[in-house]
């Protein structure tokens, strides 16, 4: 079946070590998505890769950082993990165009101690 | 940011009852998305509205697109146990390739 795999799917890191969480899709979507979401609240948008083309939030900070190497792998890198980062990461792919709908993985859980 | 406010943020009700969750904002979306969310899970599609007026029916959910392309709504009717989770609009942009979240609505159903 396509579907959207996030690695792993817990990730402990300690506080200030840098961390990858990666994402790979089989569903051939040109647009791929990184979510972050705490506890008991909606998932926010942190950026997304049309194509090759990289769009940051405004508010997105700095330490995080998003690589996407081919079509079917997105990475989300953490320079600098704190208390704060610890979130659910939750990946997404959908095709261009009006009307398209998002598809997610079942996410990473990060834990900084 | 577009903002997406979704009401009740919290509802909590006996089995067999009706519900109903807004989702409202100012700005018009090219499309808006339903999702449902469970602990520790990626939030799952459950319908996407596009055409302003747009009613879906989804079994015992009823999905309503509000003709300015600002609003929606999600009606439950006879509520189960099993529809318990955190429900999630997100709306799309108009170039599509972007979504914004609501603020979420999370549903327990009491058996």
């Known amino acids: 079946d396509a579907m959207v795999i996030q690695n792993p799917r817990y990730q402990v890191t300690q506080f200030g070590k840098p961390v990858t969480l990666s994402c790979s899709q089989t569903l051939n979507h040109n647009v791929m998505y990184w979510y972050q979401q705490k506890s008991s609240q909606a998932p926010k948008l942190l950026f997304h890769?049309?194509?090759?083309?990289?769009?940051n939030e405004a508010d997105t900070p700095d330490n995080f950082q998003s690589r996407r190497p081919n079509t079917s792998f997105c990475f989300l890198d953490i320079r600098s993990p704190g208390l704060g980062d610890a979130a659910m990461y939750l990946c997404?792919?959908?095709?261009?165009?009006?009307?398209?709908?998002?598809?997610f993985g079942p996410g990473t859980r990060l834990t900084v101690l | 940011t577009q903002l997406l406010e979704q009401s009740p943020q919290f509802l909590s009700i006996q089995e067999g009852e009706n519900l109903t969750v807004y989702c409202n904002s100012s700005?018009?979306?090219?499309?808006l998305q339903w999702y449902r969310q469970e602990p520790g899970e990626g939030p799952v599609l459950l319908v996407t509205v596009v055409t302003g007026g747009e009613v879906k029916k989804l079994k015992r959910l009823t999905f309503q697109f509000g003709d300015a392309r600002k609003d929606s709504s999600l009606h439950i009717t006879a509520a189960q146990p099993g529809d318990t989770g955190l429900y999630l609009c997100a709306g799309a942009t108009n170039t599509g390739n972007q979504f914004y979240f609501g603020t979420g609505t999370s549903l327990t159903v009491i058996p």
């Open positions: 700005s018009v979306f090219s499309s």
């Open positions: 997404a792919t959908s095709s261009s165009g009006s009307g398209s709908e998002q598809f």
């Open positions: 890769y049309y194509d090759k083309d990289f769009n």
